[in-house]
């Protein structure tokens, strides 16, 4: 499941950051997860929900920030809304597309306690 290693991966990072800030625990994390990068949302919260208990981040509140999919369309030659990967440009229904955007897979923010 590739959301449980994502979940464990937000987890290793937020230890990181308490390892190299200090705190000892986090009320929120904010992360930032692009529309393309293929993450079911439900499944994150509930794998990060297993992770998370006996550590640093037990209690932490998942607050998922979605990052809109945008591509470059090399016909248009503009930035254009993408919805899903492979999906033709909505201005001209071309494929020269390269994403630019909703890609994203990071701990944006931390709150910490
Ligand atoms: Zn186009």
Request: aromatic letters at 4%; a negative charge.
């Amino acid at each position: 499941m590739h959301e449980m290693s994502l979940a464990e991966s937000v987890l290793g990072a937020i230890e990181e950051a308490a390892r190299a800030q200090g705190f000892g625990g986090v009320k929120t994390v904010r992360l930032e997860i692009g529309r393309l990068a293929a993450v079911e949302l439900d499944a994150l919260r509930f794998a990060f929900d297993v992770v998370k208990r006996g550590g640093v981040a037990d209690g932490a509140r998942l607050d998922i920030v979605e990052v809109p999919g945008a591509a470059w369309c090399m016909r248009c030659c503009e930035v254009v809304p993408l919805s899903a990967r492979g999906d033709a440009c909505p201005r001209c229904g071309g494929f020269q597309m390269q994403v630019s955007a909703g890609e994203e897979l990071r701990v944006k923010e931390l709150e910490v306690v």
